[in-house]
């Protein structure tokens, strides 16, 4: 079984910052994606950014330029620094790993919330 840990959510005025972190335990492929996706009320959820083991990185449009997103994987953990935050930030963000090994594994935090204040 794989669980998943979020921290690093809260409050924070417009062009601020906040860094969510994401630990996950159990037994995980050593080749995955770790990312972040976010929803917004009444919206649907969305991808925020994610990035692979060998590390490369996918960006939603709306965010490249102010969130960085990094992992550490001895630890097996994923870390998202925003920067320039804006209202439009607002939402609950979601820790997500997938991984193949024989079929497709995913899996979801519990979601932690951003609130950007204007």
């Known amino acids: 079984q794989v669980q998943l840990v979020e921290s690093g959510g809260g409050l924070v005025q417009a062009g601020g910052s906040l860094r969510l972190s994401c630990a996950a335990s159990?037994?995980?492929?050593?080749?995955?994606?770790m990312g972040w996706y976010r929803q917004a009320p009444g919206k649907q959820r969305e991808l925020v950014a994610d990035?692979?083991?060998?590390?490369?990185?996918n960006y939603a449009e709306s965010v490249k330029g102010r969130f960085t997103i990094s992992r550490d994987s001895t630890k097996n953990t994923v870390y998202l620094q925003m920067d320039r935050l804006k209202p439009e930030d607002t939402a609950l963000y979601y820790c997500?790993?997938?991984?193949?090994?024989?079929?497709?594994?995913?899996?979801w935090g519990q979601g932690t919330q951003v609130t950007v204040s204007s």
């Open positions: 159990g037994n995980i492929f050593a080749f995955n994606t």
């Open positions: 990035i692979i083991s060998g590390g490369s990185t």
């Open positions: 997500n790993l997938k991984f193949t090994w024989a079929r497709t594994y995913d899996y």
